[in-house]
Every structure is written in structure tokens, then in C-alpha cells.
């Protein structure tokens, strides 16, 4: 039995990682901070490890006195990392010293894996052709214009030039599913009636189902190559009015009011925003850093040498991945209406 340790498994995809790992028969365990929520990691086979990733030496402690003297872990998934932050250094400490710290703890303790898959993003790789429209591929070399973007290849920097260590990369699209907040921010406005984009340009979009994702890891780490960096994607793209479609379908057929916002009204409310993030010490999804991926006209991407590799297929449609996405919502709705229903009927 294959031993997982999934770093950062915590959240919306975490949980999905640790579910696919205990599908498949594996000794799973599940690195996380002592303040994360374990809500999507309720499985009694799950084990956890407690880290402190601001110190290395701590983190090999605590990695030591989790196992048995003399063994480790087979394969590391560092799923860790931020998507936004309040203060754009964050980015940088999130995603980049913590998985150096990572490294280093691993080497301190002489628990470095056999495999490490590291998340990464499309966005590390920055803006592609948007003249032609023409597909991120897995050579193209990394130009990021983001801060987020800049953080990931950092990151990446480090398991490239970490001697003796075999890792993979994943540069994952767009990732939705069940109980993940950013695309559901886009189907709830939707369900009332509004769809909201910025620019008047062609936007192709791409997208992957969240258990998809999950089961790419494993099919990765049984059969793909180490030393190699791969795009996970569905394999289409999609305009932001078949997406409009897709998800008004999934909601019953409602009737949608298209908004386009031009790009400087975008940028301006992006701006206004951060700052009244800030202002509530609380990271806004919205955000000048966000700005930049959200007026990016091209994420068309190719996952051909993932399919070639280790037999990548992308099992859920956009419009399968959304109909599953939206009845989670819904389910969630109905939790949500039901408890406060209870709630009132308790105060009477």
C-alpha cells in the first residue's frame, strides 16, 4: 500500500485529492495547519500531520514524529497555496517560502518521497497568443504578468533545482466543482438573472471538474514522467456566452441580462475593491491582481502530453462538471434555509 501525504488539504480541492487517494487503497494522510477546517476531511482512514510552515525545522519535526523511525511518506501532493491575499507579499510567502520550507524540512528529516506533485497554475505561465487564440502548451516558457502568477514559477524554481528530488508539475485550468466559491460567485449571479464580464473582445475559457483534477494526480503519479510539467484541462475551450448558457440550463433554462463591462470600469472596481479589503482585513476576490487574469482573452489550453503520458481524459463536460456543481448548490441551499428554519422555530 502506497503511502500520500497531501500537503495543504484543507479546502475545496484538498478534500477531493484525499477522497480519490482513499478511493484507490492508499495510506492517506493529510498535512494541514492546526487552525484549518477539516469539513471536507471527515473520513475516519484519513490520518493528519500538524505543520507549522513558517519553520523548517519545526515542520521536520513534526514530519519525524509522525511516522515510524526510518520511514516516509511515497508520494508528496502539495496542493498549499493562496488565490488571493490582502497584502500581495502573502503571495510570496504562501506559495513560494512555504514549499522551500517544505523542501527543506523533507531533506532535514530524510523523508523526501519518491514522487513529489506539486499544484501549480496556468497563470504561472502568463498571457498567451491572444491575436490567434492559439493553446498554452506544456513547453512554452513562463512569462507571468501576475503577482500570483510570479509566486507559482518561484515555486516551481525550487523543485527544479532541489537535487535528488522527482517531481511533477500540474498547471491546472480553472478549477470548479462542489463547494468551490469563485465560479459559484458567477452561478449565483446567474440564478438572479445576471451575468457579468469585463471587455468586448472574444474570450475563450477553459475548465476542469474538480474530481478530474484529483484523478489526474494518481493516474500522474502511478504512470507519468517526473521532471515534467503538464497542462489539466478539459480539452475545449469555451466562449463566456456558452458558459452563460451551460449554467442557465443547469438552473432550469432561466433568463440571463448579459452585462459587458469595459475594461477600465473593470479596473476601477478592482482597485476600489483591494482597498476595501483592506480596509476590512479580509482578502477580496476582486482585486487588481485578479484584474489581470480576468481581462486575459486566451486560456485555451492543450493537455495532449498529460494524455499521452499517463492517459489523461477529462471524464466531465463543462456542462456534466456544472449540473453536478449546481445540484451541490442547490443541496447547500436547501441545508442552509432549513437550519434557519430550525434556528427560528428553537428562539419561538
Given at each position: 500500500?502506497?503511502?500520500?501525504?497531501?500537503?495543504?488539504?484543507?479546502?475545496?480541492?484538498?478534500?477531493?485529492?484525499?477522497?480519490?487517494?482513499?478511493?484507490?487503497?492508499?495510506?492517506?494522510?493529510?498535512?494541514?495547519?492546526?487552525?484549518?477546517?477539516?469539513?471536507?476531511?471527515?473520513?475516519?482512514?484519513?490520518?493528519?500531520?500538524?505543520?507549522?510552515?513558517?519553520?523548517?525545522?519545526?515542520?521536520?519535526?513534526?514530519?519525524?514524529?509522525?511516522?515510524?523511525?526510518?520511514?516516509?511518506?511515497?508520494?508528496?501532493?502539495?496542493?498549499?497555496?493562496?488565490?488571493?491575499?490582502?497584502?500581495?507579499?502573502?503571495?510570496?510567502?504562501?506559495?513560494?517560502?512555504?514549499?522551500?520550507?517544505?523542501?527543506?524540512?523533507?531533506?532535514?528529516?530524510?523523508?523526501?518521497p519518491?514522487?513529489?506533485?506539486?499544484?501549480?497554475?496556468?497563470?504561472?505561465?502568463?498571457?498567451?497568443?491572444?491575436?490567434?487564440?492559439?493553446?498554452?502548451?506544456?513547453?512554452?516558457?513562463?512569462?507571468?504578468?501576475?503577482?500570483?502568477?510570479?509566486?507559482?514559477?518561484?515555486?516551481?524554481?525550487?523543485?527544479?533545482?532541489?537535487?535528488?528530488?522527482?517531481?511533477?508539475?500540474?498547471?491546472?485550468?480553472?478549477?470548479?466543482?462542489?463547494?468551490?466559491?469563485?465560479?459559484?460567485?458567477?452561478?449565483?449571479?446567474?440564478?438572479?438573472?445576471?451575468?457579468f464580464?469585463i471587455?468586448?473582445?472574444?474570450?475563450?475559457?477553459?475548465?476542469?471538474?474538480?474530481?478530474?483534477?484529483a484523478?489526474?494526480?494518481?493516474?500522474?503519479?502511478?504512470?507519468?514522467?517526473?521532471?515534467?510539467?503538464?497542462?489539466?484541462?478539459?480539452?475545449?475551450?469555451?466562449?463566456?456566452?456558452e458558459?452563460?448558457?451551460?449554467?442557465?440550463?443547469?438552473?432550469?433554462?432561466?433568463?440571463v441580462?448579459?452585462?459587458?463591462?469595459?475594461l477600465?470600469?473593470?479596473?476601477?472596481?478592482?482597485?476600489?475593491?483591494?482597498?476595501?479589503?483592506?480596509?476590512?482585513?479580509?482578502?477580496?476576490?476582486?482585486?487588481?491582481?485578479?484584474?489581470?487574469?480576468?481581462?486575459?482573452?486566451?486560456?485555451?489550453?492543450?493537455?495532449?502530453?498529460?494524455?499521452?503520458?499517463?492517459?489523461?481524459?477529462?471524464?466531465?463536460?463543462?456542462?456534466?462538471?456544472?449540473?453536478l456543481?449546481?445540484?451541490?448548490?442547490?443541496?447547500?441551499?436547501?441545508?442552509?434555509?432549513?437550519?434557519?428554519?430550525?434556528?427560528?422555530?428553537?428562539?419561538?
Open positions: 500500500m502506497k503511502r500520500v501525504l497531501i500537503i495543504g488539504a484543507g479546502g475545496f480541492i484538498g478534500g477531493f485529492i484525499a477522497e480519490e487517494s482513499l478511493r484507490r487503497g492508499y495510506d492517506t494522510w493529510c498535512g494541514v495547519r492546526p487552525s484549518t477546517s477539516r469539513r471536507f476531511l471527515s473520513d475516519p482512514r484519513l490520518h493528519f500531520v500538524e505543520l507549522d510552515y513558517d519553520s523548517p525545522s519545526a515542520m521536520a519535526r513534526q514530519l519525524r514524529g509522525a511516522l515510524p523511525e526510518g520511514e516516509k511518506w511515497d508520494w508528496i501532493v502539495y496542493n498549499l497555496g493562496a488565490t488571493k491575499v490582502m497584502v500581495y507579499s502573502d503571495f510570496n510567502r504562501i506559495n513560494y517560502q512555504y514549499l522551500r520550507h517544505t523542501i527543506e524540512a523533507l531533506e532535514t528529516a530524510a523523508m523526501m519518491a514522487r513529489f506533485l506539486y499544484m501549480s497554475s496556468l497563470s504561472a505561465l502568463g498571457p498567451c497568443d491572444e491575436k490567434n487564440y492559439e493553446p498554452y502548451r506544456a513547453g512554452m516558457i513562463p512569462c507571468p504578468d501576475t503577482r500570483y502568477g510570479t509566486s507559482k514559477i518561484k515555486a516551481e524554481t525550487v523543485l527544479e533545482t532541489t537535487p535528488g528530488l522527482d517531481w511533477i508539475i500540474f498547471r491546472p485550468t480553472g478549477v470548479y466543482g462542489p463547494h468551490e466559491q469563485d465560479y459559484l460567485m458567477m452561478v449565483k449571479c446567474i440564478d438572479r438573472h445576471w451575468d464580464g471587455g468586448f473582445r472574444k474570450q475563450l475559457l477553459t475548465f476542469i471538474y474538480v474530481e478530474d483534477l484523478t489526474a494526480i494518481f493516474d500522474a503519479l502511478e504512470r507519468g514522467k517526473t521532471g515534467k510539467k503538464y497542462i489539466i484541462s478539459e480539452p475545449r475551450a469555451y466562449t463566456q456566452k458558459f452563460r448558457r451551460i449554467v442557465s440550463d443547469a438552473l432550469g433554462g432561466k433568463w441580462i448579459p452585462v459587458r463591462l469595459p477600465w470600469m473593470a479596473k476601477a472596481a478592482s482597485v476600489v475593491a483591494e482597498k476595501y479589503g483592506v480596509f476590512k482585513m479580509k482578502p477580496s476576490t476582486l482585486n487588481t491582481d485578479k484584474y489581470k487574469i480576468m481581462k486575459q482573452r486566451n486560456w485555451n489550453a492543450d493537455p495532449s502530453e498529460a494524455q499521452a503520458d499517463f492517459g489523461f481524459v477529462a471524464r466531465h463536460s463543462l456542462p456534466e462538471g456544472i449540473r456543481t449546481v445540484e451541490a448548490y442547490r443541496r447547500d441551499v436547501e441545508i442552509a434555509r432549513a437550519a434557519k428554519k430550525a434556528g427560528k422555530g428553537g428562539k419561538e
